[in-house]
């Protein structure tokens, strides 16, 4: 028995098309502020006790106005594998993967790089938001998901497109060049269980979180909604 339909969108063509060419020429991709139709379609099955989710494969007509059910395939929404976030794109083509070319953004010098071929940075200077700390080398830097993709995955991002999770994990208002042993530190974890050592930062790591999971539409733990609700009562 089918007892809901959760999310059923598609993006209107038109607007595909402008996001696809929009990406195509440049650097660093930026999606619209407020971003809409974020879902595939998934239906939540349930057979005796057992609850599934199955992703459904539409068929659409030429104009769009009407689809048929041409198959489907159960998903596991507590599953995360990182393969299914396509991440460190070349949208370019210039040789420069998201994670290059956010480093080169966001130097405060010109960078060098490893080859001649400029496709890597090897040195610069990047002032770290979390410590606060100016690092030299881009081998001391991660390039951090401000909501981490498991995390994105756990509250919503799961019944996300492929597409869709492409343009979060390579997204840079979701992306900052920290320290390796604090991102790591960080991991998947929210608001309610990290945040930045740098406490003059909370302020604008709040804030960023709260934009990110609006323009998404993701959902937050209680824990975590709590906690940004409270750091921001003290922000100006």
Known sequence: MIRALKRC?????????????????AQLPTLPTSTRLLHIPVVEVQVGGDLSHYEVDLQASEDYSSFTLAGGVELDLLFYDRDDWPHWEDFDGDCQNTRHELLIA???????????????????????????????????LDIDHVIPLNYAHLHGGAVWSEFVKKLFA????????????ENQSKSAKGPSEWMPPDESYHCEYVRKWDFLVNKYELALSAEDSATINQVSQNCL
Request: hydrophobic content about 35%; overall charge negative; glycine content about 8%.
């Open 9 to 25: 969108s598609c993006f209107v063509v038109g607007s595909l098309l402008a996001l696809v060419i929009g990406y195509s020429s």
């Open 106 to 140: 966001s130097s405060e010098v010109p960078v060098t790089f490893t080859k001649s071929s400029e496709c890597t940075t090897s040195a610069g200077q990047w002032l770290d938001p979390y410590t606060g700390d100016t690092y030299t080398l881009a081998s001391d």
């Open 170 to 181: 390579n997204d840079p208002e979701n992306l900052l060049a920290v320290d390796d042993g």
